[in-house]
Structures are given as structure tokens and as C-alpha cells.
């Protein structure tokens, strides 16, 4: 199995809302990562976990709160988002911290 | 910090004409990857270069590192339209202890 699993693949949600977008792989990798993309934009790494450990934040507004329940999960909990977040975000997990990455699909978010 | 170029920003092509996107970066990197993103997809790996100077081919593509391990470039011979996309660097800078992504170049091939 060499795919990273992500949901929901849009999500569409209000200013108020409180949400979490879900990353699930079975590869065994060590580090996991939250990107997130903008149109026609590189992705932009938020996040890095090694070892189930956060050790990387790229300066993240506390409306993102990341979270690793295991080796195989990473969350990113949603919460007063701006209309200036909808982007594509992107979970990606590698072996050790960036060696070969694999990417999930993405979570399209829209925030109105 | 760290900053990483690429250009073209755009190459568009006939097919069967060959396709080069430059990456160049303002620090020496621990390594270079190199993904590709179909329109409306997620980047997928296609490689990484670790060497100095190190030259790699996959088929139709060549990848190399430069000397200096500040700069790298992606050759494709003879597009075809399966080749359609927006292909990034991705470069390790371990005393930053992170990766950043060019700006990518997007290529389009006319049949």
C-alpha cells in the first residue's frame, strides 16, 4: 500500500465553523506533513512530524492545530477560518524527514 | 532564508520538441527532489539527487545536480502530452532542516 489517504476531499465551511481534515498511511513512515496550496502556487509546508512529534511550524495561525494520534494518522483541526484559507491542503508522509514524499490527494476547502 | 527559483514559470511546446525547467537555489542543498502535478492533481515523486554533479535518467527525462549543488535542471526529450503538467524542485537545506519548493514550471503540449 503506497497511498496517503485523505477526507474529505472538499469541504466547504463557514467563518464559525470548527472542522478537521483527516491523513491516514500504512507505509510506516516516520514523518508526516501538512502543505497547503493555493492556485497555481507551490505547496507551502505548515507542518512536519517526526516521530509522531511536532517539529516543524512554519509560523501557523493557531486557527490550525495539528495533531498525530499515531504513526499512521495526522489530523488539522479547523477553527475561525478566514475566506484567505480556501487552498488545497495536502497531507504527505516519507520514510524519515525528506526522503522520497508521498502525497495524498488533498482536501479542497472552501471558507465562505 | 532560503530561496529557491525555477524558471521558465511557463513552457509551452509541440510535441516531440524537448522541455528543460532550471532550479536554482540561494544556499547549498543537502539534496534535490523533483515532483511532477497533474492539473487538478497532487505532486508525485519522480526523484532525488543527493551527489554533486549527479546526472539521472528515468526514459525520456534526465535529471542533474550541479557541481556546486545549488542548482539542478529537468530535461524531457520528445514531450508528449502524457508529459502535461507543472513540475517543481523541491530543495533540502539541513541547516534550515527544511524543504522548499520552487515556484515550478508548468508545461503545455500542443499536438
Known amino acids: 500500500d503506497t497511498e496517503v489517504t485523505q477526507t474529505p476531499k472538499h469541504l466547504v465551511m463557514g467563518m464559525t465553523n470548527k472542522k478537521s481534515l483527516k491523513c491516514e498511511q500504512h507505509?510506516?513512515?516516520?514523518?508526516m506533513y501538512w502543505y497547503k496550496q493555493k492556485a497555481k502556487k507551490p505547496p507551502e509546508l505548515m507542518f512536519v512530524?517526526?516521530?509522531?512529534?511536532?517539529?516543524i511550524n512554519e509560523s501557523v495561525p493557531s486557527r490550525f492545530s495539528p495533531e498525530c494520534p499515531n504513526s499512521s494518522l495526522l489530523n488539522l483541526h479547523l477553527h475561525a477560518l478566514q475566506p484567505e484559507d480556501s487552498a488545497l491542503y495536502l497531507c504527505?508522509?516519507?520514510?524519515?524527514?525528506?526522503?522520497?514524499?508521498?502525497f495524498g490527494q488533498g482536501t479542497r476547502l472552501t471558507v465562505v | 532564508g532560503q530561496q529557491v527559483m525555477q524558471i521558465p514559470q511557463y513552457q509551452h511546446v509541440q510535441e516531440g520538441e524537448d522541455f528543460t525547467t532550471y532550479c536554482n537555489s540561494s544556499?547549498?542543498?543537502?539534496?534535490i527532489q523533483w515532483y511532477k502535478q497533474r492539473p487538478g492533481g497532487h505532486p508525485v515523486f519522480l526523484i532525488q539527487?543527493?551527489?554533486?554533479?549527479e546526472v539521472k535518467k528515468q526514459k525520456r527525462l534526465t535529471f542533474q545536480f550541479g557541481e556546486a549543488k545549488k542548482n539542478s535542471s529537468l530535461h524531457i526529450t520528445a514531450t508528449q502530452t502524457t508529459d502535461v503538467g507543472t513540475y517543481f524542485c523541491?530543495?533540502?537545506?539541513?541547516?534550515?532542516?527544511?524543504?522548499?519548493f520552487g515556484d515550478g514550471t508548468t508545461l503545455t503540449v500542443k499536438p
Open positions: 544556499t547549498t542543498l543537502s539534496n
Open positions: 504527505a508522509s516519507s520514510q524519515a524527514g525528506y526522503t522520497e514524499a508521498f
Open positions: 512530524y517526526s516521530y509522531e512529534k511536532l517539529s
Open positions: 539527487l543527493v551527489k554533486s554533479g
Open positions: 523541491a530543495g533540502l537545506n539541513t541547516n534550515a532542516g527544511k524543504s522548499t
Open positions: 507505509m510506516g513512515h516516520r514523518a
